[in-house]
């Protein structure tokens, strides 16, 4: 049978070959600056970290620093109007996170941390800032109310701290355990009558937390609606992330600059997929790196006033924490599951593990975290600029 294929020559062949390599090359030069790989951390969803003190007024510059708040899967549930000598918060509910929230428990304490920056960014303006939460009895949406007074100007560590604060979900370094004074100081940062810390630092108190986090991370990506309402937040692609200016992205995954670039190259796994990987980096990384855990408790886990004021504590903790280079990430699945079980009337399986946690039923945990000394730089997450939050502001 005779081929109709032309026979090539060695130089031929090569000049073939050479082409397509050329052609295979600028390809993946060009998937790679369509995913970002060449340029993490830039674009217009990460300018308010950077500009958030340029704005053209005392009240906006405050606002600025809300934004760079932490949050619940970066949703950015906010909303500021402002005058002159007032910022009143709203709950954006359209940026739940669904069930994985039911009862908006991480909403309020995200805009708890909100709260914090700006009475920090109040202080540096030379603005007192007398908070009022949950001003309007008949108004759910109407978070807080922050009435500005003249004072003398006051720039912090925590408020310089601001833009520096990133949640590190890296592996943190095994060989460095964390002083018993910052513990100390640490605690001495929650002076809210309503939130106390409480802390797992030795090897028992470390087991019995990771063996209730993992179970929790299991029950979660099993539990079909939870993995979808977690999963819709989820931004791989480039584009997604200048766009939307919020969700979870690579770059904020702590997987390392090689990693992290290989995630971006290549096509985005399935949902089911990536709820694997993130139980096996739980399992293998997450929870065995850390120096410790601790917990923040309520008086009343159903109060939103109380999840606000734990919200405040928590920025202040994550703030100080960046001052003295220790790494901070939320572990909050196990409240997750816990408020679903709640929510559905099933077996209070992770409820109960989470009161053993605690060891005290006066108290009732919202907040779970891991900290310890990171390996690597935390990358910040995308967020959405002034004028996306500030939809009503007068002079």
């Not at 708890?112 to 007192?128: P, R």
Request: glycine residues 6%; proline residues 6%.
């Amino acid at each position: 049978m005779t081929s109709h294929q032309p026979n090539l020559n060695r130089r031929s062949f090569l000049k073939v070959s050479g082409a397509v390599l050329i052609v295979a090359a600028g390809s993946s030069v060009w998937r790679a600056a369509d995913q970002g790989i060449f340029s993490a951390g830039t674009g217009r969803a990460y300018e308010p970290w950077k500009n958030w003190r340029n704005a053209s007024t005392a009240t906006e510059r405050i606002v600025a620093a809300g934004i760079l708040a932490s949050n619940p899967h970066n949703s950015q549930p906010w909303i500021f109007h402002s005058t002159s000598s007032a910022i009143d918060l709203y709950a954006d509910f359209e940026r739940q996170i669904g069930v994985i929230d039911p009862f908006r428990r991480e909403m309020h304490i995200g805009l708890g941390c909100a709260i914090e920056n700006m009475v920090l960014a109040a202080a540096a303006e030379g603005l007192q800032a007398e908070v009022h939460l949950l001003p309007n009895p008949g108004v759910s949406s109407h978070i807080a109310h922050l009435e500005l007074s003249a004072a003398a100007p006051q720039s912090s560590a925590l408020y310089t701290a601001i833009p520096n604060r990133h949640t590190n979900r890296g592996p943190y370094d095994t060989t460095r355990p964390v002083p018993s004074e910052s513990f100390t100081s640490i605690e001495q940062l929650v002076n809210e009558a309503t939130v106390r810390l409480f802390w797992f630092i030795d090897m028992a108190g470390r087991t019995k937390f990771s063996q209730a986090a993992e179970a929790a991370c299991e029950a979660l990506i099993a539990d079909e609606q939870q993995s979808l309402d977690s999963h819709a937040w989820w931004r791989q692609d480039w584009s997604m992330v200048q766009q939307h200016a919020d969700g979870i992205t690579l770059d904020a995954q702590g997987l390392g600059p090689i990693l992290t670039n290989l995630a971006k190259f290549l096509p985005d796994g399935s949902r089911q997929q990536n709820d694997q990987i993130f139980v096996k980096n739980m399992r293998q990384m997450i929870l065995p790196t850390a120096a410790a855990f601790g917990i923040l408790a309520v008086r009343d886990g159903m109060d939103n006033t109380q999840h606000l004021e734990c919200g405040r504590a928590w920025q202040r903790i994550h703030l100080w924490g960046t001052t003295q280079g220790l790494a901070f990430q939320p572990l909050n699945q196990m409240c997750e599951r816990a408020d679903r079980e709640r929510q559905l009337n099933s077996q209070p399986i992770l409820n109960q593990a989470v009161r053993e946690l605690v060891g005290d039923d006066s108290w009732q945990a919202v907040m779970p975290f891991r900290i310890g000394y990171p390996t690597q730089a935390a990358h910040p997450s995308p967020r959405r600029r002034l004028e996306e939050v500030m939809p009503h502001t007068e002079s």
